[in-house]
């Protein structure tokens, strides 16, 4: 079991890991962060927006399944978005380095992170 912090820091020791967020998907605020290289606040808000329209469109397909993991692919970076499924609304977010990282490692340790988070 972890908290917030722990949880963060567990993320943050991917390689590659540049900064890490958990964000509640219904006020787009972060409740905690770590890490630099974004405004991670920013950041929340705009990812809050991502995970309401694929929810939204998930709802319209009628899909009756739950996201594990959204991954952004950037020409630097990459951008995963973790929603906690024991914290209906919560999600947790971490940028890597696309260069120095692992993204089936980092994946792992988000799904790590996000079941043995406690709040």
């Known amino acids: 079991m972890a908290n917030i912090n722990d949880s963060l820091s567990a993320l943050l020791q991917a390689d590659g890991a540049l900064c890490a ?29 991502v995970v309401r329209a694929k929810m939204k469109t998930m709802k319209s397909l009628g899909l ?19 929603p906690v499924a024991s914290k209906p609304g919560l999600f947790l977010y971490l940028v890597l380095d696309k260069s ?4 089936a490692l980092a994946r792992r340790n988000c799904q ?8």
């Open 64 to 82: 009756s399944d739950a996201i594990e993991d959204i991954l952004i692919t950037l020409g630097k970076q990459y951008h995963i978005i973790r």
């Open 21 to 49: 967020a958990l964000v509640d998907a219904n006020s787009g605020m972060t409740l905690g962060k770590m890490g630099s290289g974004l405004d991670l606040d920013l950041a929340a808000a705009g990812n809050t927006e």
């Open 112 to 119: 790590d992170a996000e079941q043995a988070l406690t709040l």
């Open 100 to 103: 120095r990282s692992n993204l």
